[in-house]
């Protein structure tokens, strides 16, 4: 995000910076209005959803959709002063889901920052993985394997060996496999 400057921005739009002013007061706003576009792009739960938890795994699955699509956005949506009107919405829609199933307001509160970190996290890791298909999992896998001293790392020997390894493993059904597991616990503290 250092390299956004007005100048630049105004180069890639082909106008001069000082023009730039006419419509944005300065950097800040641009990043504010680009972590807007994003919220704007990952689909809004109804607070009148008939199930809390479809809800919410639906907006988790466009949010990582979404910021798998700009994952430079990770560090940043998190540290805006002036959030725009989708950014509002979007967090809104999202408590209003919660707080609609039952949730006390501290454990919406919770519950939004625990999904969030999950999904900003489960990104991140994508993000930086040596792998994107099942076939690179089976490379890198194995190119471990054979470097790993198994007698001193047995359980991760197994791991790679007995989960990894075998047929139909997709690390991306991870993702949906972890949000359950926090659905879960959310709802036994509803």
């Known amino acids: 995000m250092e390299a956004i400057t007005m100048r630049r ?3 890639e739009l082909g106008v001069e910076a000082m023009s730039l002013y006419h419509h944005v007061p ?10 807007d576009a994003v919220f704007a792009a990952i689909a809004l739960p109804d607070a009148r959803c008939d199930d809390w938890r479809d809800a919410i795994r639906v907006r988790a699955s466009s949010a990582r959709t979404v910021l798998s699509q700009h994952s430079w956005a990770l560090g940043l ?6 959030p725009g009107p989708a950014t509002l919405r979007h967090h809104d829609a999202v408590l209003g889901v919660l707080r ?3 949730f006390t307001l501290p454990m919406a509160a919770h519950a939004v ?12 890791q994508e993000a930086n993985l040596p792998v994107t298909t099942p076939g690179d999992v089976e490379e890198v896998a194995g190119s471990i394997l054979e470097q790993l001293p198994a007698a001193e790392l047995p359980y991760l020997t197994e791991m790679i060996v007995d989960h990894a390894l075998q047929p139909g493993y997709d690390h991306t059904s991870e993702f949906g496999y972890g949000l ?6 959310l ?3 509803r």
């Open 9 to 11: 921005v105004a180069q």
């Open 26 to 35: 300065n950097k800040d706003a641009i990043l504010d209005g680009v972590v």
């Open 77 to 82: 949506m998190d540290s805006r002063r002036n």
């Open 100 to 102: 609609e199933a039952g």
């Open 113 to 124: 920052s625990l999904v969030d970190s999950y999904i900003g996290g489960f990104v991140l």
């Open 180 to 185: 359950d597991l926090i659905l879960d616990a």
């Open 187 to 189: 709802e036994a503290r």
